[in-house]
Structure formats: C-alpha cells, structure tokens
C-alpha cells in the first residue's frame, strides 16, 4: 500500500524558533492535509491542499503542496510553547491502490523549550 | 458544542469478548470515519460512512463491523476481542469532501488482555 514518510520524528526547539517538516510520499497525491494533536485529545485539521503549488497559511502556520505532488511542507513561525504536540500529515494519492482513502504520516513530535 | 463525542473514552477486554463503541456527532456531517492510531504509526482507516444507512472498508477493517442507522452516531464493534486490536480509536466527521476528515473525539483507549 502507499506509504508517507514524515520527519523528522521529533524536534527540540527553543521558544521563538522556526520549525520546519515535512511529508513525503513514493507516488503522486491530490491532496495533501496537515493535523495536530495534543495529548489525550484527537487530530485537529489545521491546513488543507488541493493544488500542487499551493502554498496557505494559518495564522503563524504555512504549508505547501509541492510541485512534484510527492511531498509537502508545514512551517511554524516564531513557536511558543501551545505549539507542543505531534504533527500529521496526510495525503490522499491521485491513482493506484486506496485512492479514495486518506493516508497519515507517522507524525512528527514538537517539544518547545521557554 | 460537544462537537464529535466518543463513549467509553477507556475499556479493558479480555480475549474473545465483544463490544461497542459509540461515535456521536452534532454537527449534522453526512461523512464518519473510524481510526485506529498505534505507537508509531500514523491513523488508520478502520471502516467510514458517506451517509446514514451507508457503510464502506477502510484499510484495516478486519475484525471489526460498524453500523449507521442514525446520521448522527456511527457504532464500531467487536465480536471477538483480539490482543491485536489494542489500540486508541478516534472518530471523526466531516461535512465535505469524503475521506477528509475535519472533527475528531477525543479518542477511546482499549486495551485487550
């Protein structure tokens, strides 16, 4: 079946950084999702991709849909600590096997020091 | 503002007994989703649904059967509890497009012994 590669698996950042992930995959997709979760509670959508190229933000979160379709990229700017958390991406592939069904990424786990 | 409401949020199963899991949701969405999330593994679609009285496979549905007799609550089962279907499970809902879920509950921790 398709799989996503996210990294990095976890980063340690200081309060005030910038952070940077990403989100590959081995075939093209149609749309590319970016989910945060906080402890004990479910995914959150933050961004949504529908268009290679595309590049929207959210508040101080800003996520791509490469040009190539086989990856993606989430940016956090200026982090404070309510950014901690694990971070999905997921992906919907435009042919082959399962591409009615959304595909999550194994997450990416953010710590912010003060 | 519940949102999307899971019940239980923890159950512990010995081997071979079944049960059910609840998913409510308030917010009219025609689409629901079950997930299963594994340590180091990202959600996996266990069964969804486009529609009261509509249910699909996901990519992991064995072991499992659901039902959505009403638009608003989807039930995941278990007939016979496997120590493989320890796990957390989320619910979602979406109003729009299929397959992309927007609303999570907060999970259902099970563990089967």
């Known amino acids: 079946g398709q799989q996503l590669n996210q990294s990095p698996q976890s980063m340690f950042i200081q309060e005030g950084e910038d952070v940077s992930m990403n989100c590959t995959s081995s075939s093209i997709f149609n749309t590319w999702l970016w989910y945060k979760q906080d402890p004990g509670e479910g995914p959150v959508l933050l961004i949504a991709l529908y268009k290679a190229g595309e590049l929207t933000s959210n508040g101080r979160l800003t996520a791509q849909f490469g040009i190539t379709r086989k990856d993606s990229f989430l940016n956090i700017s200026a982090s404070i600590p309510s950014d901690v958390g694990i971070y999905f991406c997921?992906?919907?592939?435009?042919?082959?096997?399962?591409?009615?069904?959304?595909?999550f990424g194994t997450g990416t786990r953010l710590q912010v020091f003060p | 503002n519940a949102g999307v409401t899971q019940t239980p949020k923890f159950r512990v199963l010995k081997t071979g007994q079944s049960m059910t899991l609840l998913c409510a949701q308030d917010m009219n969405h025609e689409y629901m989703y079950w997930y299963r999330q594994d340590p180091g593994m990202g959600l996996r679609l266990i069964h969804y649904?486009?529609?009261?009285?509509?249910?699909a496979k996901g990519e992991v549905p064995d072991g499992y059967n659901v039902s959505r007799l009403k638009k608003q609550n989807f039930l995941l089962g278990l007939e016979s509890a496997a120590p493989s279907q320890t796990s957390v499970y989320f619910c979602?809902?979406?109003?729009?497009?299929?397959?992309?879920?927007?609303?999570f509950g907060d999970g259902t921790r099970l563990s089967i012994l």
């Open positions: 649904s486009v529609g009261e009285g509509t249910t």
């Open positions: 979602a809902s979406s109003y729009e497009p299929v397959n992309q879920p927007q609303h």
């Open positions: 997921a992906g919907q592939a435009a042919a082959g096997y399962n591409t009615d069904k959304l595909i």
